[in-house]
């Protein structure tokens, strides 16, 4: 079983898209590999838009 469809086999991807990774992991190491997506909350400008207008009274 090649590295790919061992982690195909493992999380939900195909193993044509985990090769290259594997592909940058061994010539760069972790570093090389996707970053995860950031867990940061959302902007607070975003969220204050968002509460001004469910506090507003109907007119």
């Known amino acids: 079983m090649t590295p790919a469809t061992q982690i195909a086999a493992v999380l939900p991807y195909d193993p ?3 090769r290259p990774w ?3 992991h ?3 190491g972790v570093i090389g ?4 997506a950031s867990q940061r ?3 607070a400008g975003r969220s ?3 509460n001004g207008f469910v506090s507003c009274s109907p007119r």
């Open 41 to 43: 909350p959302a902007p």
């Open 48 to 50: 204050s838009r968002a």
């Open 16 to 18: 044509h898209t985990a």
């Open 22 to 24: 594997v592909a940058r």
């Open 33 to 36: 590999l996707p970053k995860p």
């Open 26 to 28: 061994d010539v760069e």
